[in-house]
């Protein structure tokens, strides 16, 4: 087939290709392999438009890769927390302000976060006696007439 064709017939030039990546995936896998590393800039530009395009997409893709959540485990996960983080019980943002928070040693999520407590967890690196730490210092800040609690 020529690119002439492929021009001219582009729904049967796309029909064509993945029925010959679904035969050929292993050589589909290198080709592209070899094409990403041959060409980082182009795959960098080309991954930053492809997220703008539809962001949400990213992100489901990202969980699924990530954390092996399907969308519909996502919404469960939302509902099931009343729309609110975890952590400090604000509501949740919809897309970059909501993160799966997971367990590092064992993979297992724990929850949803904001942004907030999610980088306060990594900040301590999930270390509830860092935490309890940190709290036992605010408190007695707070008795000593600090600003806090």
Known sequence: MSASWAKANPERWRE???QWQT???????AY???WNDANPEKRRAAARKNYWVDPEKHRTYDRRKRHKIE??????MMTAQD???????TLL???????????HATGKIRGLLCRGCNHALGNVADSPEVLEALAAY?????LAGGAHV
């Open 16 to 18: 064509y290709k993945r």
């Open 23 to 29: 035969q050929n995936s292993e050589k589909a896998k």
């Open 83 to 89: 729309g609110k983080c975890a952590g400090c019980q």
């Open 32 to 34: 592209r392999k070899k």
């Open 138 to 142: 605010l408190r007695a800040d707070a």
């Open 93 to 103: 943002t919809p897309g970059r302000g909501t993160h799966v928070d997971h367990n």
């Open 71 to 76: 969308p519909s485990d996502f919404l469960v």
